[in-house]
């Protein structure tokens, strides 16, 4: 296989958070970005509909000469990262890996909670598939997990409403029902790749005692310490530092809209993903 970038897919523009840490941490690499903004929200959807939508995408940055894709959202991770793992890649790519964001934060929140009771802030769909609870009992079973949904979380950041006062009303009824579930909680995950944009106001209404943990540094650590532990997948990675960003929607308005999340101006293109069938490849 020829050398090619690192596929970042979402199924909008949280991913532009942790593709922000990727850059930053290593930023020799080329990097490929798709929103599927055509179909977004993706937190809502059942769990057949959003694993059709990620592979249909993961094969989308195959096709275009990704060698390794990860999935840079909570909802995508929770819902299909482990079926295209053990269903998918052995039949049609077995030289290819799809990473998640999940994994990467369940590691490390142990390490970081001094009480051992943690929450979880997420969307709907990734509550529902109770994959933070799951991943985290593997590592660290003594640990007790609290969760909770925030349905209206991602459409503040979306609208860049984040730091409004309607925003902050949703905040403080969020943080405050998930204190109550545990008054105990010294450590809570963001679950949502959106969330790191309300991180000033999480941290002006929240118990001081609160740590809260965006995923980008997180995931973009371990990734650096996958390139590691496996040369034979560092190797067929491109190291010109390009990025190139796609979406399934308008590009003006992933442009236009981009900025808040990445930090800087983006200039996005417009793909059809039946345009880019992928042929298997060979075992």
């Known amino acids: 296989m020829k050398s090619g970038p690192i596929g970042v897919f979402d199924s909008g523009y949280g991913g532009l958070t942790v593709l922000k840490a990727l850059t930053s941490t290593l930023p020799q690499y080329d990097y490929l970005y798709l929103g599927d903004n055509a179909r977004v929200p993706y937190g809502t959807r059942s769990f057949e509909t959003v694993y059709q939508y990620t592979w249909e995408c993961v094969q989308a940055l195959f096709s275009m000469g990704c060698p390794l894709v990860i999935l840079a959202c909570n909802t995508a991770s929770a819902k299909a990262l482990r079926s295209i793992q053990q269903e998918k890649l052995p039949h049609f790519a077995p030289n290819r890996r799809v990473l998640g964001v999940i994994r990467p ?56 409403q984040h730091l409004s006062e309607g925003a902050s009303y949703f905040v403080q009824q969020h ?109």
């Open 175 to 283: 943080l405050e029902a998930l204190q109550q579930r545990d008054p105990q909680i010294d450590t809570v995950v963001l679950g949502c790749t959106h969330y790191p944009l309300l991180l000033p106001l999480l941290e002006k209404q929240a118990p001081k005692n609160w740590r809260f943990l965006a995923q980008g540094e997180l995931v973009a650590g371990k990734l650096a310490e996958y390139l590691q532990r496996h040369p034979e997948m560092e190797s067929q990675l491109s190291t010109q530092g390009q990025r190139r960003f796609l979406t399934t929607d308008s590009a003006a308005s992933f442009s236009e809209k981009a900025a808040l999340f990445y930090g800087e101006a983006v200039q996005a293109e417009k793909i059809e993903l039946d345009h880019y069938p992928f042929t298997p490849d060979a075992h």
């Open 105 to 160: 934060t369940t590691e490390e929140v142990g390490l970081l909670s001094t009480s051992k009771h943690v929450g979880i802030l997420g969307t709907p769909g990734t509550i529902s598939s109770d994959s933070y609870p799951i991943e985290i009992a593997k590592f660290y079973p003594e640990l007790k997990v609290s969760q909770e949904a925030c349905p209206l979380w991602v459409p503040l950041v979306e609208n860049n």
